[in-house]
């Protein structure tokens, strides 16, 4: 929005509903970035997407409620069949999603992606 616009509403709504109007979905955009950030530090219902590099060098590329849980379990041999075999896997990128579908459909476009594309991706992580 620009000034101009600004002002335009400013004038339409007069300056103190203006102002309240701006309050109001400021205060509504700023709980809900609260809200969603303490989910995040709680973990509170999300899913992650993550990508493991195994001892063979491949990237396996699963989802979970908690990662590290999940690594241990993989490197216990009772994770995905793909991974049995290649113990163990080491984490390399994860992202947390709002929910188990975002997850999966996170984890079906990273699985789309080439190794080269896989690995650009987990390089741009650690930065």
């Known amino acids: 929005m620009n000034s ?7 004038d339409k709504w007069g300056a103190t509903d203006f102002l309240s109007g701006i309050h109001k979905e400021l205060s509504k955009s ?3 970035l609260f809200e969603c950030e303490a989910s995040y ?4 219902g999300h899913y992650s997407v993550y990508m493991v590099e195994c001892s063979d060098g491949t990237i396996y590329t699963g989802i979970a409620r908690d990662v590290s849980k999940r690594i241990s379990v993989h490197n ?3 994770g995905a069949k793909y991974t049995k075999t290649r113990l163990p896997v ?4 994860e992202k947390m999603c709002r929910d188990r579908s975002m997850a999966s459909k996170y984890e079906y476009r990273i699985k789309k992606l080439s190794r080269k594309q896989k ?3 987990i390089e741009e992580y650690g930065k």
Do not use: F, M
């Not at 101009?4 to 400013?10: F, G, H, S, W, Y």
């Not at 080491?90 to 990128?93: A, D, E, G, Q």
């Open 30 to 32: 700023i709980a809900e």
């Open 90 to 93: 080491v984490l390399k990128w």
């Open 76 to 78: 216990k041999g009772k």
């Open 41 to 44: 530090l709680l973990n509170d």
């Open 4 to 10: 101009e616009e600004v002002k335009r509403i400013a």
């Open 119 to 121: 690995l650009k991706l």
